[in-house]
């Protein structure tokens, strides 16, 4: 895929002005966003990065258009994992409703910022060693296994990373809020604000989850270019689906079931293509191993969509069930201290304790 630079240039640009009016706006006008409005800004990245698809379809073909499509729909479901643990940090920073936007939308832009970096890194190091898929695909079988058997702990706190336990003692920091500002002086001192505590935990947050986002969606395309822009559609659309399904999220009982199997298949791929294009001198003599297939994007958008689909059909007809079962019993179906909370009163988290701990499965790492 040859990418002339005016191709990334105003690809970026668009994309980044995109970014800034957001910022403009919500900076204008700190808000709680009604359904309506998360929903109408959601369906425009939504159809954005199906537009984007098209482009690539006619500029550089199929092939790749479905290497796209397949890669956006995996860091978007991976997103979805990423909204439990926000909610919790929103929870536990006590973050005013009017100030989450901006928060989201100001960590969002650092998380894409780091997410670049980490994807120029990734390239380099596929260049020049390409049996690193081999560690790639045994990361995300790991991550996998973790998901699948981690989901189920009744832990619903946050907890910090080391490098913000680290901010936090070596700046002194205010407790008031002061709006959507990241410093304050007092007393002739510059103190940091819980603003600028936030954003950083949001960012670096992220920045964990892609620990297992990018080598997952790498097992999808080589192409840098199309890693970046899937990356970058799924996070500019995250903070409009933060305030639509941040009351859904309890409805996903079988999400960390999903996101395991999805990992597992990548992590899967990813193998079959080190073996398929091996030159380790300890396998098979450092040869390929043409005799392993190596699954084309069109098997491996099917089975994207079919994973998602079957996780959503799941998880809602569960819900549905526990919750007739709970109407005619008069108790919950579902065990756990989320049971007999009320939905009002998890409207700050929205995080249960089964997916908000197989969200932390995933940033189990330290940073």
Same mark, same amino acid.
């Given at each position: 895929?040859?990418?002339?630079?005016?191709?990334?240039?105003?690809?970026?640009?668009?994309?980044? =002005? +995109?970014? /800034?009016?957001?910022? @403009?706006? %919500?900076?204008?006008?700190?808000?709680?966003? !009604?359904? #309506? &409005?998360?929903?109408?800004?959601?369906?425009?990245?939504?159809?954005?990065?199906?537009?984007?698809?098209?482009?690539?379809?006619?500029?550089?073909?199929?092939?790749?258009?479905?290497?796209?499509?397949?890669?956006?729909?995996?860091?978007?479901?991976?997103?979805?994992?990423?909204?439990?643990?926000?909610?919790?940090?929103?929870?536990?920073?006590?973050?005013?409703?009017?100030?989450?936007?901006?928060?989201?939308?100001?960590?969002?832009?650092?998380?894409?910022?780091?997410?670049?970096?980490?994807?120029?890194?990734?390239?380099?190091?596929?260049?020049?060693?390409?049996? =690193? +898929?081999? /560690?790639?695909?045994? @990361?995300? %079988?790991?991550?996998?296994?973790?998901?699948? !058997?981690? #989901? &189920?702990?009744?832990?619903?706190?946050?907890?910090?990373?080391?490098?913000?336990?680290?901010?936090?003692?070596?700046?002194?920091?205010?407790?008031?809020?002061?709006?959507?500002?990241?410093?304050?002086?007092?007393?002739?001192?510059?103190?940091?604000?819980?603003?600028?505590?936030?954003?950083?935990?949001?960012?670096?947050?992220?920045?964990?989850?892609?620990?297992?986002?990018?080598?997952?969606?790498?097992?999808?395309?080589?192409?840098?270019?199309?890693?970046?822009?899937?990356?970058?559609?799924?996070?500019?659309?995250?903070?409009?689906?933060?305030?639509?399904?941040?009351?859904?999220?309890?409805?996903?009982?079988?999400?960390?079931?999903?996101?395991?199997?999805?990992?597992?298949?990548?992590?899967?791929?990813?193998?079959?293509?080190?073996?398929?294009?091996?030159?380790?001198?300890?396998?098979?003599?450092?040869?390929?191993?043409?005799?392993?297939?190596?699954?084309?994007?069109?098997?491996?958008?099917?089975?994207?969509?079919?994973?998602?689909?079957?996780?959503?059909?799941?998880?809602?007809?569960?819900?549905?069930?526990?919750?007739?079962?709970?109407?005619?019993?008069?108790?919950?179906?579902?065990?756990?201290?989320?049971?007999?909370?009320?939905?009002?009163?998890?409207?700050?988290?929205?995080?249960?304790?089964?997916?908000?701990?197989?969200?932390?499965?995933?940033?189990?790492?330290?940073?």
């Amino acid at each position: 895929m040859n990418v002339p630079a005016w191709g990334w240039f105003l690809t970026i640009g668009l994309m980044t =002005v +995109f970014l /800034l009016l957001d910022v @403009f706006v %919500i900076a204008r006008r700190p808000h709680v966003p !009604t359904m #309506g &409005e998360a929903g109408r800004h959601l369906a425009f990245y939504v159809a954005a990065a199906v537009l984007f698809g098209l482009f690539v379809w006619f500029e550089w073909g199929g092939q790749y258009a479905g290497e796209f499509y397949a890669g956006w729909l995996t860091e978007y479901s991976l997103s979805v994992d990423n909204l439990f643990v926000f909610l919790l940090i929103m929870a536990s920073f006590k973050v005013p409703q009017k100030l989450q936007q901006s928060a989201l939308m100001i960590g969002i832009i650092i998380a894409i910022v780091l997410r670049g970096i980490f994807i120029a890194l990734g390239a380099v190091v596929i260049n020049a060693y390409a049996w =690193v +898929f081999y /560690l790639f695909g045994a @990361f995300l %079988i790991y991550t996998a296994v973790k998901l699948a !058997t981690g #989901g &189920e702990s009744d832990d619903d706190e946050y907890h910090e990373n080391r490098l913000l336990i680290w901010v936090e003692k070596r700046f002194p920091a205010t407790k008031a809020w002061n709006g959507t500002r990241l410093t304050v002086l007092e007393k002739g001192k510059r103190l940091v604000t819980p603003m600028f505590i936030v954003i950083l935990a949001l960012g670096t947050t992220d920045l964990l989850f892609a620990l297992d986002s990018i080598p997952a969606i790498y097992g999808l395309t080589k192409e840098p270019f199309l890693v970046l822009t899937a990356n970058i559609f799924a996070l500019m659309g995250l903070r409009q689906l933060y305030f639509l399904i941040g009351g859904l999220l309890k409805k996903l009982v079988y999400l960390s079931i999903g996101l395991a199997v999805l990992l597992a298949f990548i992590g899967v791929k990813l193998v079959m293509h080190a073996l398929h294009e091996n030159n380790l001198p300890f396998v098979n003599g450092g040869e390929p191993i043409h005799g392993v297939p190596d699954i084309p994007i069109s098997v491996s958008l099917g089975a994207i969509v079919v994973i998602l689909g079957v996780t959503t059909v799941a998880s809602l007809w569960k819900s549905r069930r526990d919750a007739a079962l709970e109407a005619a019993t008069g108790t919950s179906a579902v065990e756990g201290p989320d049971a007999s909370t009320p939905d009002a009163s998890r409207d700050e988290t929205g995080a249960t304790g089964r997916g908000a701990s197989a969200a932390r499965a995933r940033t189990n790492d330290p940073l």
